[in-house]
């Protein structure tokens, strides 16, 4: 198991090599890979040697290939253009060297002029481009075009309750640009709705890509809402959303850049009034790198849970590997943020031992917690479990995955997992998730994981 640091620099070191192949297979039938050494691993160098041909680089690259004739077909589609309309083809960008490349756009328009140094040739536009927009007194007029369709998504069928994405901003829209949609309401009995925003290309919303939420809160049952999309000169991406009735708005600027976990539907909440939550987090040592963004989420999670006066207890267990003696680490449930918030601060860190750690038997502990504590059994309970590494099976009760997922189902616990998806890992976590929660990737954005399980979580109450 590599610690994050390290794994970093072997992805980084793979990633300047696959470069350096690239350019390689691009005018030479075979290529030699060579990292020596690819990672040092208890002392002793792993180094990698790979030889690679131009048939098994075109074969790995075919389906991007056939992505970008699919992008050149819909262009020419949306501009009204047969490819014998294009006068002149040229090439630029350093992809554009790859000769595979150039065969689909002879194949798709015609036979491709390429620029003297495509490498080069984008950057070159880039500072045309940005000459000619700050030229003092220019009558040069440069547009920008949005290159995706940005929109939300909402209920088309009140008896189905199927739901469909709402283009506001077409593909192709000249920027700076504002959009308007006054043909959306709430549902009837909501006092606040919540408006995902989007943005996909056309033909690929399955492949949607979520940029942020807004939730307008206070508005009467069946509200008319008006939304606005705005993307000013400096590609500054802002959403708006209206009751129509009060004038009341909410508004807010959107990283079109990043890529958020979706956030869940609002409809699935329950008529739960609190929760008692346990934080089960890995303190072993491959977990350095993580172990302050836990910290510092987990805060921000009970601070949430406080500002919305959410009726709410709070439990904190730190692990390690059983087998290397290292007992679990329990704090009891509080509804004291304060208090939380310090044993956050003060989890005592464990070593760990071999690649296994004791989750499941944490798991247990978990469970044991809860069963000594008195709590409201009207309340939500809710188990993450945050952790680098597969668990050890059975646990040290003899327990397996299965008997854990029986024991999870019939205390009405639902566990969301932070974790790699190795095979082994996602043996044993994807089925504590089925029942009711969520399996995150470790690999992904760690804050914006837990940024959508608190948001995830906070989303079962009836505020």
């Known amino acids: 198991s590599l610690g994050e640091y390290e794994y970093q620099s072997v992805l ?70 047969a490819p014998d309309d294009i006068s002149k083809v040229i090439l630029v960008g350093g992809s554009t060297l790859i000769p595979m490349v150039k065969r ?48 939300t998504e909402a209920i088309v069928n009140l008896a189905t309750m199927e739901k469909r994405l709402i283009p ?11 959009i308007k949609d006054d043909k959306f309401k709430a549902l009837e009995g909501s006092s606040a709705v919540r408006v995902d925003v989007f943005q996909w290309e056309e033909g690929c919303e399955t492949e949607r890509k979520f940029i942020g939420s807004l939730v307008l809160e206070g508005i009467e049952t069946g509200a008319s809402l008006e939304i606005k999309y705005s993307i000013n000169e400096d590609n500054l991406f802002e959403v708006f959303v209206k009751d129509q009735k009060t004038g009341k ?13 979706k956030l869940p539907d609002r409809g699935a909440k329950t008529e739960t009034k609190g929760m008692n939550i346990v934080f089960i987090i890995d303190t072993t040592s491959s977990m350095d790198l993580y172990i302050k963004g836990v910290q510092e989420k987990a805060i921000e999670f009970s601070n949430i849970l406080k500002d919305k006066n959410i009726d709410f207890k709070l439990g904190l267990i730190g692990f390690g590997d059983l087998l290397e003696k290292e007992k679990p680490t329990v704090y009891k449930f509080t509804d004291e943020v304060a208090k939380f918030q310090k044993h956050v ?30 709590l409201n059994g009207t309340h939500k309970n809710i188990f993450i479990l945050i952790t680098d590494a597969p668990p050890h099976i059975p646990t040290q009760s003899g327990q397996g995955v299965m008997d854990i997922v029986a024991r999870l189902n019939a205390a009405h616990i639902g566990t969301y997992v932070v974790a790699r ?33 608190a948001y995830s979580i906070a989303e079962l109450v009836r505020l």
């Not at 708005?249 to 976990?261: G, I, T």
């Not at 089925?431 to 959508?452: C, N, Q, T």
Request: net charge positive; proline share 6%.
């Open 345 to 374: 601060r003060k989890i005592p860190r464990t070593y760990g031992g071999d690649l296994p750690e004791s989750s499941l038997d944490a798991l247990e502990t978990a469970l044991l917690l809860m069963d000594k504590s008195k």
């Open 12 to 81: 980084q070191k793979l990633k300047q090599e696959a470069e350096s192949l690239k350019k390689k297979l691009s005018v030479t039938q075979s290529a030699t890979a060579k990292i020596a050494p690819l990672l040092i691993h208890e002392g002793i160098p792993k180094n990698l040697t790979l030889e690679i041909t131009k048939e098994d680089f075109e074969g790995l690259i075919r389906p991007f290939i056939e992505k970008s004739r699919e992008i050149v077909a819909q262009a020419l589609e949306r501009a009204g253009k």
């Open 421 to 453: 998806k190795d095979r082994v890992s996602l043996e044993a976590y994807e089925p504590l998730v089925r029942a009711e929660g969520k399996y995150y990737s470790m690999d992904d954005s760690f804050h914006d994981i837990l940024d959508s399980i």
């Open 104 to 151: 689909m756009v002879a194949g798709t328009i015609k036979e491709p002029y390429r620029a003297t140094d495509p490498a080069k040739s984008v950057a070159m536009g880039a500072a045309i481009y940005n000459y000619l927009m700050h030229l003092p007194n220019s009558k040069v007029k440069v547009g920008q075009i949005t290159r995706q369709i940005f929109g």
């Open 168 to 178: 506001i901003i077409p593909m192709g829209t000249t920027i700076p640009t504002e």
């Open 249 to 261: 708005v909410v508004s807010a600027q959107l990283d079109r850049s990043k890529s958020l976990p």
